[in-house]
Each structure stands twice: as structure tokens, then as C-alpha cells.
């Protein structure tokens, strides 16, 4: 009752207190605020979060999907490597690591992971497709330290998830895993998109109240972005009344788009990687400024993390104005759909200059 009354701005901080340090220990919130108060107030340039792809693999053939296309081929990084990108993010300043996919949980070694993560003081999150999340691993997940569980969901209505994935049955061992991790207390998050449809149909707002009745910690919904499928269909993206109906489904402290970073956004949300507050590591090793963004600027089996950053962040793709999706900016478009669209293999290199 009283939670209801709280201004909507500590909403917000209590959901991400406790999303990112509600399972950390003492030590590690201690570590992680001194990485955030040095990235804000003494470094101009600090990672705040960096994701980590950790397979291309997936059970799921989802209509929405990116990451399966024109992948560029090559090994998926090893634990040992997996565990040097964390060091290294870690020593640039960076607090948050989001194990992606893919299905990250088909990795054999997702416990090892998430504990060498939680041993280097860092706040673990898992991106999920929910069809792993047995009890047994829910709990080894749990005990490694695992922060929280994002499980996506496209749908209220069983039948339209599972087409929409492209896997039978997919809707119900979502939800098992999401009760799992509410049984074991890992904070757990549906994530979801925004459509024309959805938001005019209702669906949106249905799915919302299903994750009400299932105790999730919040809903992340995910706005259109014109990449993969969708790179070259603009039509997709939400018009002005499409907004007007998102901003009505947001709930400061439950319902957020894109990340908390947006929480105060009700339409809009602010694109993290133009912020210069995350990058991504494509699971062969790939350094990009989004999962979305199709353009590598260094690998690190080859290079080190902080010297990638510096030539990514120091680039001209980060002058395309802070605040707007990188693959939805109509410069950026102009200069990279085609190439993207045309290249045999993503990312493109060096900035696309391949
Ligand atoms: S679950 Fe994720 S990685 Fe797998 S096909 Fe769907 S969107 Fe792609
Ligand atoms: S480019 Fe920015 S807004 Fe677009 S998906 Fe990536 S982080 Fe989000």
C-alpha cells in the first residue's frame, strides 16, 4: 500500500536496487559504487554495462530476431576468455553484465560463468528465452549469484507466443521458469516489445496484467528497432498514436521501456550506447556499441577491450544525436542500410568501412 504511494522516481530506484544489487554482497555494492561514482564523476568515458553474447544458438526461430542473420562465422569465445572480457570491462568501470545469446543458458558453462562474474564483484543479469529454466538450474543459477532473470514473452495468449517463436510449447516452459525463479526469490523481469498491433489491439496492456498476476519484478518492453528483420521496414516503426498508447502502459517502478536509464521517458527511450554507458561482445568476440548495431570495431582476441572502446567511442556513428536509437536514425540509416543490407557477413568491420 505504501509502495503504491511512493513518488515515481523512487519507484524507479527501488526496482533497480533491486534488479541489480538486492542478491549483490556488501563488498560487492561497496565495489560497484565506487566503479559507478568514478565513471560518473571522475572518468568522461565509463561503460556502466557491458553484454556479453554468450552463443549465436538458439531453440527459438523468433520472427523478430537478428542475431541468427548473416552472423559472421567463428568460434564462440571459451570461459577463459569469457571471464577476460568481464575483467577488462570491469577495470574500465563497468558494474552491470548481461549474459545474452542466443539461449544463454546453452552454454554448459553458464554457472561458472555468472559465478566468475559475481567473484569479480560485478551484478549479473540473464537474457532468456525461458526454456532452460529447470529448477535444478535455477537454483545453481541462484547460488552462483546471479542477480536476475529477464524471460521474454511476446504474448498473453499461448499460441501466438509459441508462432511467434517459432517453437511449440515455448509459452508454458516460459512461465514454469519464470515460477521457478520467483520460488528461489530471483528477481525475475518479462521482456517484451512494442508494436502498432499489440498497442492497438490491447495485447500489450493484457501481457502487462498477466506479469501482474505472476509476480514478475517488472516488464521491460522493448521498443521497434530496424535491425535484423526489420532492418529495412521502416513501416514497423510506432507512430505518434502508437506512442500516445505506450506512454499510457507505463508504470514508473513496474512497467519501463528499454532500460531504467528510460524510466522517466514515456516514449522515447534513451539509447545507452550512444550514452557511451554500454557496448556489447558478439559471442565470437566482436566488440559493437549494441547488439542491434551491426558494426564491429575491433575483436578481443585481437585487441584489448579498453583500446576497441576508445577507437568505438571516439567514432563519428556516436555524433548521430544521444537520446535516439542509433539503427532508427535517419542519418545513420542513410549511411548504413545499404551496406549493412548488401554485406554477405555482419558485423561490418572497422565501422563499416569493409
Ligand atoms: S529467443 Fe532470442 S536469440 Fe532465440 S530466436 Fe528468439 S530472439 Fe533470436
Ligand atoms: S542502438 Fe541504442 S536504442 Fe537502439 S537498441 Fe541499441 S542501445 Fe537500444
Keep these: 500500500m505504501i509502495g503504491n504511494m511512493?513518488?515515481?522516481?523512487?519507484?524507479?530506484?527501488?526496482?533497480?536496487?533491486?534488479?541489480?544489487?538486492?542478491r549483490a554482497s556488501p563488498l560487492t555494492r561497496l565495489s560497484c559504487a565506487g566503479r559507478l561514482f568514478r565513471g560518473r564523476f571522475l572518468s568522461a568515458?565509463?561503460?556502466?554495462?557491458?553484454?556479453?553474447?554468450?552463443?549465436?544458438r538458439c531453440q527459438c526461430r523468433c520472427v523478430h530476431c537478428g542475431m541468427e542473420l548473416k552472423r559472421a562465422a567463428g568460434q564462440e569465445l571459451t570461459l577463459a576468455e569469457v571471464k577476460g572480457v568481464i575483467g577488462q570491462a570491469r577495470r574500465l568501470g563497468a558494474v552491470e553484465i548481461t549474459l545474452f545469446?542466443?539461449?544463454?543458458?546453452?552454454?554448459?558453462?553458464?554457472?561458472?560463468?555468472?559465478?566468475?562474474?559475481?567473484?569479480l564483484r560485478m551484478l549479473p543479469s540473464i537474457d532468456t528465452n525461458g526454456l532452460l529454466l529447470t529448477k535444478d538450474l535455477v537454483a545453481r543459477l541462484a547460488e552462483a549469484g546471479l542477480g536476475a532473470v529477464k524471460v521474454?514473452?511476446?504474448?498473453?495468449?499461448?499460441?501466438?507466443?509459441?508462432?511467434?517463436?517459432?517453437?511449440?510449447?515455448?509459452?508454458?516452459?516460459?512461465?514454469?521458469?519464470?515460477?521457478?525463479?520467483?520460488?528461489?526469490?530471483?528477481?525475475?523481469?518479462?521482456?517484451?516489445?512494442?508494436?502498432k498491433e499489440n498497442l492497438e489491439n490491447g495485447e500489450l496492456g493484457r501481457l502487462i496484467a498477466r506479469g501482474r498476476e505472476l509476480g514478475v519484478d517488472a516488464v521491460r518492453v522493448l521498443d521497434t528497432t530496424l535491425s535484423g528483420c526489420f532492418l529495412s521496414s521502416p513501416a514497423l516503426l510506432l507512430d505518434r498514436a502508437a506512442r500516445s498508447r505506450l506512454a499510457g502502459l507505463i508504470e514508473p517502478g513496474f512497467v519501463f521501456l528499454e532500460n531504467l536509464a528510460s524510466a522517466k521517458k514515456l516514449t522515447h527511450p534513451v539509447c545507452s550506447a550512444v550514452?557511451?554507458?554500454?557496448?556489447?561482445?558478439?559471442?565470437?568476440?566482436?566488440?559493437?556499441?549494441?547488439?542491434?548495431?551491426?558494426?564491429?570495431?575491433?575483436?578481443?582476441?585481437?585487441?584489448?577491450?579498453?583500446?576497441?572502446?576508445?577507437?568505438?567511442?571516439?567514432?563519428?556513428?556516436?555524433?548521430?544525436?544521444?537520446?535516439?536509437?542509433?539503427?532508427?536514425?535517419?542519418?545513420?540509416?542513410?549511411?548504413?542500410?545499404?551496406?549493412?543490407?548488401?554485406?554477405?557477413?555482419?558485423?561490418?568491420?572497422?565501422?563499416?568501412?569493409?
Design 101 to 119: 545469446g542466443g539461449e544463454p543458458l546453452l552454454r554448459k558453462d553458464i554457472v561458472e560463468i555468472v559465478a566468475a562474474a559475481r567473484d
Design 152 to 195: 521474454s514473452l511476446d504474448s498473453s495468449r499461448p499460441e501466438v507466443h509459441d508462432r511467434l517463436r517459432g517453437s511449440p510449447g515455448c509459452f508454458e516452459k516460459a512461465i514454469a521458469g519464470i515460477r521457478r525463479c520467483r520460488e528461489a526469490a530471483l528477481p525475475c523481469v518479462i521482456s517484451t516489445y512494442a508494436t
Design 45 to 56: 568515458r565509463a561503460p556502466i554495462s557491458t553484454m556479453i553474447g554468450l552463443t549465436y
Design 6 to 22: 511512493l513518488p515515481a522516481n523512487l519507484k524507479v530506484y527501488r526496482l533497480a536496487w533491486r534488479l541489480y544489487f538486492g
Design 275 to 354: 550514452s557511451r554507458r554500454y557496448l556489447y561482445v558478439s559471442p565470437v568476440g566482436d566488440v559493437q556499441p549494441c547488439c542491434f548495431v551491426p558494426l564491429a570495431f575491433g575483436n578481443v582476441r585481437e585487441k584489448p577491450l579498453r583500446e576497441i572502446l576508445s577507437g568505438m567511442w571516439g567514432s563519428e556513428i556516436m555524433d548521430y544525436g544521444a537520446g535516439d536509437c542509433l539503427m532508427n536514425n535517419p542519418r545513420f540509416r542513410e549511411k548504413y542500410h545499404a551496406r549493412i543490407a548488401a554485406a554477405a557477413a555482419l558485423p561490418l568491420r572497422e565501422g563499416g568501412k569493409q
